[in-house]
């Protein structure tokens, strides 16, 4: 186990360098003066001015030595100062708490109702309600959550007015509810899809005939034995999706004026404010390849045949 653990922690280095690379070129090449952005449109900066802020934030350096400039700080655990002369960590520390509660409420909706759906579909199988299940993922799937997002934003908020739609000022879980909701449909069909057929596989496994031979009940079977033997790859895509809804929120968090890290690199895109977009983006993938390394050292605890080298 400690073989592995070191081995996969050292295989996260390339791979943390290789996209912060990725991010900070792409900032880079992004058209547009951040420096004019700064000041507005329509106002021209003295030349003395402009200078200033570019020697300050090292915005006339070659492009590789800006890179090894933000590396040289995170290795500090700085991750710089942005255009309007914030610290990206304080930003980051105000707006995480609202992207943690959102991927976190979204994936306990996907998680649970997906498993759900996937078990009864499975115990149901050939009949309507495994049809309904199957067919409602497939329709689910070819809606764009966003499209979903404005839909249940006119509806639940505006017509109905049950929900907040904007904002976080009503607190969890009243702000996080629909945003949450329309998320979880991006990883809810697979979910489901994939339980069912993980626990139709193990239905028809011989240590299943042997618990129905021993007299065991179907419920029984079902809960101690057939379930924890079929969560083992639907944990693995739950983590993978938790994943991505930790550094994918960009979008809903920008419907829905949620001040999370998403909104924060939203935002720091269309005013040109690289630290700020390459800082978070380099946030959310360590957290990303954290949760994949959680997800596989969990295999082990769910399923102890699996034996991790």
Same mark, same amino acid.
């Given at each position: ?14 791979? +943390?360098?290789?996209? %912060? ?5 792409? @900032? ?6 951040? #420096? ?6 329509? @106002? ?53 708490? #609202? %992207?943690?509660?959102?991927? +976190? $409420? ?36 070819? &809606? ?10 006119? &509806? ?53 005939? %042997?618990? @129905? ?26 983590? @993978? ?7 994918? $929120? ?7 004026? +949620? ?30 390849? +954290?949760?994949?390394?959680? &997800? ?14």
């Amino acid at each position: 186990m400690g073989r592995y653990l070191t081995h996969r922690a050292l295989m996260m280095i390339p791979v +943390l360098l290789g996209t %912060t690379f990725v991010i900070y070129a792409a @900032v880079y090449a992004l058209p547009g003066d951040p #420096v004019q952005s700064l000041a507005g449109p329509g @106002v021209v900066l003295p030349d003395s001015v402009a200078h200033a802020i570019r020697a300050h934030y090292h915005l006339d350096d070659p492009f590789l030595v800006q890179y090894g400039k933000y590396l040289l700080g995170l290795t500090h655990g700085d991750f710089g100062i942005d255009l309007a002369g914030n610290d990206v960590s304080t930003i980051i520390s105000a707006s995480w708490p #609202v %992207t943690v509660q959102l991927a +976190l $409420t979204t994936w306990v909706i996907e998680g649970a109702l997906g498993v759900l759906l996937g078990v009864v579909a499975a115990v149901k199988a050939g009949r309507f309600t495994d049809f309904a299940v199957l067919g409602g993922s497939t329709l689910v799937l070819g &809606v764009p959550y966003f499209i979903t997002a404005y839909i249940a934003q006119i &509806v639940f908020g505006v017509n109905l007015g049950w929900l907040p739609v904007s904002g976080v000022t009503d607190g969890w879980p009243l702000s996080y509810v629909v945003p949450a909701a329309c998320l979880a449909l991006f990883g809810l069909p697979e979910i489901a899809r994939l339980s069912r057929a993980s626990v139709l596989e193990n239905m028809h496994a011989d240590y299943v005939d %042997t618990a @129905v031979a021993k007299g065991l009940s179907r419920t029984r079977i079902l809960i101690r034995h057939v379930l924890r033997n079929s969560l083992v790859p639907v944990v693995s895509m739950l983590g @993978v999706n938790l994943g991505y809804l930790l550094s994918g $929120t960009i979008l809903i968090e920008g419907i829905f004026n +949620l001040p999370g890290l998403g909104y924060q690199i939203f935002h720091g895109v269309q005013q040109h404010n690289g630290p700020v977009v390459v800082g978070i983006s380099t946030l959310l993938v360590l957290a990303f390849l +954290l949760v994949n390394l959680a &997800v596989d050292l969990l295999y082990g605890v769910l399923n102890p045949r699996i034996r991790l080298g």
